[in-house]
Structure formats: C-alpha cells, structure tokens
C-alpha cells in the first residue's frame, strides 16, 4: 500500500516572499501522479499542481512548482511571491498509474497549513 | 456549469441515529468516491463506485454504506456503528481514464452529539 507523509504540520510565510512545503511517499511501483492540493478556507478541494512519475522535469504553474525527487520519494511544492489568497491547508497526494476505478484513488498526506503575513 | 453537489452543507445528528449525506455530478463521471477528513490525518477513502450497482469499500469502509442507483448519485449513509462519525466529508469524482484529475463537492460538515 502507498503511504504519502506531511512532516509540516504549519508554516508560515512573509507576503512575496517564497516557501517549500514538503512531502514525501511511498510506493513500490514505477509509474504514478502526484499531486498538490489546496483546501482555503471554504473547504473546496483546488487541484494545484500535478506531476507524472515517468517525467522527469519538474511540474510548474505559475508561481508554484515542485521539486520531485523520484529516487528519494521526495515531492516538494514551491511558491513563489506568496499572496494572502494561498493562505490554505495543502495536501500532498498519490495516484496510482492506469485507468479504471480503483487507479482514480486518491492516498492523501496529512496535510500542512499555510500562514501568509501581510 | 459541471460541478459535484454535496447536501447539506451543514448536518447535525443525534447519537444512533442514520443519516445519508447527498453527492450528485452533473460531469457524465463515471467513477465517483467518498472521502472522511479529520484534523491532522488528511483525507482517507470511505468507499468508491465505477459503475452503477456496484461499489468497493475504502480503507476506512465500517460504519458506513453507499448505493449508486444512478451515475449520477452516490449518497452516503453514515450508520450507527460508525463510532466516531463527527468529521467532514468530501466527495469526488473521475472520468475513470487515464489522464483524468479528481474534481470535489464542497463538502458536508457532519456533527453528532
């Protein structure tokens, strides 16, 4: 079974400034997604960022990125120029690869939440 | 707009009573899931459904059940033998392929006292 770990359970950031929330998983398989999610405070689940195993560069959107480090099972997310609005719990989370059901599951971290001072 | 709808929002009980939490898509998803979040453990997956008829439980699957009458719908009961039924839950669903991201309801909040 894939187990994903969220060691920050809180950080915190100065507005423009930039942080690294970190994740790390485990798997026995070769290829699967990784995902960030973002849950404000209205609770929606907000699809950040995603990266597929088998590709090696780095996943960017915008101001956030990761940094997966697949030997390591390490997938970290970067943001950059933080705003008020990323204020958040981010979760960290794996996907198995394939199609069908049972590989749309979904094994979520514990989550971290995200302080962004004015 | 496609989205998933979760009812209500807000959902009070009293201790042994069932109660059914309402998840509807209006995405043609095939595969729809049900997730339990609790403070500090992040989500964990109660039950999912590819197929009308048929379902699969999760890893958290007691004290709960699920029917998928319709694509469309996967409500979920919470039973009186969930021992600690007070948490939020979220829905989800997929178009079931490959290159497929999970799209969510908004939750419902239930509380049992």
């Known amino acids: 079974a894939q187990t994903v770990t969220q060691s920050q359970p809180e950080m915190s950031v100065q507005e423009a400034e930039t942080v690294t929330l970190s994740c790390t998983y485990d798997?026995?398989?070769?290829?699967?997604?990784l995902f960030w999610y973002k849950q404000p405070p209205s609770r929606q689940m907000i699809l950040v960022i995603r990266?597929?195993?088998?590709k090696q560069q780095n996943a960017t959107e915008n101001r956030f990125s990761v940094n997966f480090q697949k030997a390591a099972k390490s997938f970290s997310l970067k943001i950059s120029d933080s705003q008020l609005g990323d204020a958040a719990m981010y979760f960290c989370?794996?996907?198995?690869w394939g199609s069908g059901t049972s590989y749309g599951k979904l094994t979520f971290g514990q989550g971290t939440i995200l302080t962004v001072h004015p | 707009d496609g989205g998933i709808t979760q009812s209500p929002k807000y959902l009070f009980r009293k201790e042994g009573q069932n109660v059914t939490l309402s998840c509807e898509q209006n995405?043609?998803?095939?595969?729809m899931y049900w997730y339990r979040q609790d403070p500090g453990q992040g989500l964990r997956l109660i039950y999912y459904?590819?197929?009308?008829?048929?379902?699969q439980k999760g890893d958290i699957a007691e004290g709960y059940s699920v029917s998928r009458e319709k694509k469309e719908s996967f409500p979920l009961t919470v039973t009186s033998a969930q021992k600690n039924p007070t948490a939020f839950y979220l829905c989800?669903?997929?178009?079931?392929?490959?290159?497929?991201?999970?799209?969510f309801g908004q939750g419902t909040r239930l509380t049992v006292v």
């Open positions: 989800a669903s997929t178009a079931g392929d490959m290159n497929t991201e999970a799209f």
């Open positions: 995405l043609n998803h095939d595969a």
């Open positions: 459904s590819q197929i009308v008829n048929d379902f």
């Open positions: 798997t026995s398989e070769s290829d699967y997604y």
């Open positions: 990266q597929e195993a088998y």
């Open positions: 989370a794996y996907r198995r």
